[in-house]
Every structure is written in C-alpha cells, then in structure tokens.
C-alpha cells in the first residue's frame, strides 16, 4: 500500500482560500495511477471532490467545479487542491486518495477544513 501525509486544513472564513497538500510515501508509490481529495461532511457519505490521473486527466465535483484546482507533481508524488472562495458547505474533512495499479485504494488519515460563515 502506498502512505498518504495530508496538510494544509484549518478554520477560514466564508470566501477565504486554502490549500491542501499530500505526500505519497512508500515502495508501492511508483505505481500509482491517479491521485485525488475526498471530502465527508457529518452525517453524510464520503464524497469525491476532485482527481488527477498521471496523464493528466482531471475530474471536479460540481459543487467545486471553477473554485478548486487540483494539481500534481508525479516526480514529487505529491498532490494539491488550492480551494478559493470556500463557502460554509464545504466544511469536511478531506482525505487524500490514491489509486494503483494493484486496485486497492490507499486513503490518508484526513484534515479537517471549516469554513465560517
């Protein structure tokens, strides 16, 4: 399994910005095929918010779609979200995700983001 080491969350105020970062670690990391950010409100399903293959292909939810960007560096193995204009809704703990070629998906252990409105 590949280790995932998120930072970045924290408590911002409506229309603020934040910016996620994730480290992948581990011999399994060279066969990752696609990094992205989960998110999971109280009460609610974990959801995904965004994510980026290695060839660059890039998914949005569209609840995020043109406020969040998703970014990689495959030579780094490390992913971002750069979240601009957060709204109270947006207020979950996100997780890091990778999926490799072995299928089983590695999770992080999560950040919390709190958006005050």
């Known amino acids: 399994q590949v280790q995932l080491v998120e930072s970045g969350g924290g408590l911002v105020q409506a229309g603020g910005s934040l910016r996620l970062s994730c480290a992948a670690f581990?011999?399994?990391?060279?066969?990752?095929?696609?990094m992205g950010w989960y998110r999971q409100a109280p009460g609610e399903q974990r959801e995904l918010v965004a994510d980026?293959?290695?060839?660059?292909?890039?998914r949005y939810a569209d609840s995020v779609t043109g406020r969040f960007t998703i970014a990689r560096d495959n030579a780094k193995m490390t992913a971002s979200l750069q979240m601009n204009s957060l709204k109270a809704e947006d207020t979950a703990v996100y997780y890091c995700?990778?999926?490799?070629?072995?299928?089983?998906?590695?999770w992080g252990k999560g950040t919390l983001v709190t958006v005050s409105s």
């Open positions: 995700n990778a999926a490799t070629s072995s299928g089983v998906p590695s």
């Open positions: 581990g011999r399994s990391a060279f066969s990752i095929r696609s």
């Open positions: 980026i293959t290695n060839g660059g292909t890039i």
